[in-house]
């Protein structure tokens, strides 16, 4: 399956962002979907995921109560809604894909979009 994420940007800290995740080439309703993120020298890192009928999400502390995971299998797509943006938000947002399961760890996921940039300022 490819993916392609977008809807990156500059926010102010405290302002909000809404990444996109389009999927093509499979059958997305099989996939768990996933965002991870990747801040300049740091690992890459989860940020939260979606089962394959969006009955069940998970999310990473640090993001907890701020973003909102959601999937339309209809559209083939995953969003991301980013509210009251931390700088420690910044990063490059990663869309990734696993058949039946969602994983926390970056090395068992399967598919990987290009990355969107997010600059969070002060």
């Known amino acids: 399956v490819q993916l392609q994420a977008s809807g990156g940007g500059m926010v102010q800290a405290g302002g909000s962002l809404r990444l996109s995740c389009v999927a093509s080439?499979?059958?997305?309703?099989?996939?768990?979907m996933h965002w991870f993120r990747q801040a300049p020298g740091k690992e890459r890192e989860f940020v939260a995921s979606?089962?394959?009928?969006?009955?069940?999400?998970d999310y990473a502390e640090s993001v907890k109560g701020r973003f909102s995971i959601s999937r339309n299998n209809a559209k083939n797509t995953m969003d991301l809604e980013m509210n009251n943006l931390k700088i420690e938000d910044t990063a490059v947002y990663y869309c990734a894909a696993r058949r039946y399961y969602t994983r926390r760890n970056p090395e068992e996921l399967t598919f990987w979009g290009q990355g969107t940039e997010v600059t969070v300022s002060s």
């Open positions: 979606i089962n394959w009928i969006g009955s069940s999400t």
């Open positions: 080439g499979g059958p997305f309703r099989e996939y768990g």
